[in-house]
């Protein structure tokens, strides 16, 4: 590995170790054995690559749960969306869990403007990505789900690890969350009717 990849992995340590605000460049640069040159050189600066290093996390986790051939379900059913929260609820509270950094950004996300800039365009992507596991098919940048759907996804995802981590213990289930979704839909049909 070269500077670039070792930086970027000891910045991906430091991240779930100590979160955003408590990494300094000076333990990105002892995590990864480079030098605080690297960083400049390399990234721009430590808050780019703690960036970098976050979306990496966040495509790490959701690989582990998102495989869209292997979730059970058709695709657009119920049982694919409580497959894919069953994958967000069950990573929430796992040793090493990217979630909480999700809420650090949240609160903090107007004082790290070059965090925030990269992370935006990483949340639209992501709202693809749920799109795809859930529906079963990605759609590409320009298709106007991606500006619905999601939305709405991403929205629904970043309450549950907000409600988590407020209160873990009154935090849904994949279970609770597609059976209130089953309701609302029932809902909306019979008011259709």
Same mark, same amino acid.
């Given at each position: 590995?070269?500077?670039? =990849?070792? #930086?970027?992995?000891?910045?991906?340590?430091? #991240?779930?170790?100590?979160?955003?605000?408590?990494?300094?460049?000076? %333990?990105?640069?002892? $995590?990864?054995?480079?030098?605080?040159? &690297?960083?400049?050189?390399?990234?721009?600066?430590? %808050?780019?690559?703690?960036?970098?290093?976050?979306?990496? !996390?966040?495509?790490?986790?959701? %690989?582990?749960? &998102?495989?869209?051939?292997?979730? /059970?379900?058709?695709?657009?059913?119920? $049982?694919?969306?409580?497959?894919?929260?069953?994958?967000?609820?069950?990573?929430?509270?796992? /040793?090493?869990?990217?979630?909480?950094?999700?809420?650090?950004?949240?609160?903090?996300?107007?004082?790290?403007?070059?965090?925030?800039?990269? !992370?935006?365009?990483?949340?639209?992507?992501?709202?693809?990505?749920?799109?795809? *596991? +859930?529906?079963?098919? =990605?759609?590409?940048?320009?298709?106007? &789900? +991606?500006? @619905? !759907?999601?939305?709405?996804?991403? +929205?629904? +995802?970043?309450?549950?690890?907000?409600?988590?981590?407020?209160?873990?213990?009154?935090?849904?289930?994949?279970?609770? #969350? @597609?059976?209130? #979704?089953?309701?609302?839909? %029932?809902? *909306?049909?019979? &008011?259709? @009717?």
């Amino acid at each position: 590995m070269g500077h670039r =990849e070792d #930086l970027l992995e000891g910045a991906k340590r430091c #991240l779930l170790e100590k979160g955003f605000v408590r990494t300094t460049a000076r %333990d990105i640069v002892k $995590e990864s054995g480079t030098n605080l040159a &690297s960083i400049g050189y390399h990234y721009g600066s430590k %808050d780019a690559l703690l960036a970098q290093a976050y979306v990496a !996390l966040a495509e790490g986790a959701s %690989d582990d749960w &998102s495989a869209v051939d292997e979730l /059970p379900g058709a695709p657009g059913s119920l $049982e694919r969306f409580r497959s894919v929260m069953a994958g967000i609820t069950d990573s929430l509270g796992k /040793p090493g869990s990217i979630w909480h950094l999700s809420i650090e950004l949240v609160t903090m996300g107007d004082k790290m403007p070059v965090v925030r800039e990269q !992370l935006a365009q990483a949340q639209h992507e992501a709202g693809r990505g749920f799109i795809g *596991m +859930v529906m079963g098919e =990605e759609p590409p940048a320009d298709d106007p &789900s +991606v500006h @619905t !759907l999601g939305k709405l996804f991403s +929205v629904l +995802v970043l309450g549950l690890v907000a409600q988590h981590t407020f209160d873990a213990d009154y935090s849904p289930s994949a279970d609770e #969350l @597609t059976e209130g #979704l089953r309701l609302l839909l %029932d809902a *909306m049909r019979a &008011s259709q @009717t």
